[in-house]
């Protein structure tokens, strides 16, 4: 079975570069978007802002199982050494806590929207701003595996496949 699978390429991928990112990039902007749009709608009275918080709350719970399946994905094809997978294995956690979260999230701004679509109640913000925090310490643990791990990069590739990490 496994020679039907494409051969892995200098990132130990079966296609040119990580998507993870790419997608979940998508994820990050719509949610912090999604709040912006809640607090200025709510400070300045104009409901207009609640319809483009919902929409990207709505696309943002779509996207970000698409970014977990190809982070899993990224994830078993990266073979993390050691040192790598405390850090790993808590920003999966954290990214599948996530999507059940703002899955969350999202059923009870529709349930807000349904009931009155010209208000907010505070909670909601606050429930926002909580969520922001979550976002911002998942984003910084992705940056501590690419950019410190150096996770799907070709030197540490190269490292791992050569037996200079384990």
């Known amino acids: 079975m496994l020679e039907y699978l494409p051969p892995l390429n200098e990132h130990n991928l079966p296609y040119p570069d990580t998507i993870h990112p790419i997608v979940v990039h998508f994820v990050i902007a719509m949610v912090l978007f999604a709040v912006v749009c809640d607090a200025i709608g709510y400070f300045t009275r104009n409901p ?5 918080s919902w929409w990207n709350f709505f696309f943002a719970t779509i996207s970000i199982f698409i970014a977990i399946v190809f982070g899993q994905i990224e994830a078993g094809l990266a073979e993390p050494y050691s040192v790598v997978e405390p850090t790993l294995n808590l920003h999966t956690i954290i990214g599948w806590s996530l999507s ?55 030197p540490v590739v190269e490292a791992f496949r050569e037996g200079g990490l384990k």
């Open 100 to 154: 059940g979260i703002i899955a969350a999230i999202t059923g009870w701004r529709y349930v807000l929207r349904v009931r009155d679509p010209k208000t907010l109640p505070i909670s909601f913000l606050g429930v926002g701003v909580l969520l922001t925090g979550i976002v911002l310490f998942q984003v910084y643990l992705g940056d501590l595996l690419v950019w410190v791990y150096g996770l799907h990069t070709i």
């Open 48 to 52: 207009r802002f609640y319809e483009v």
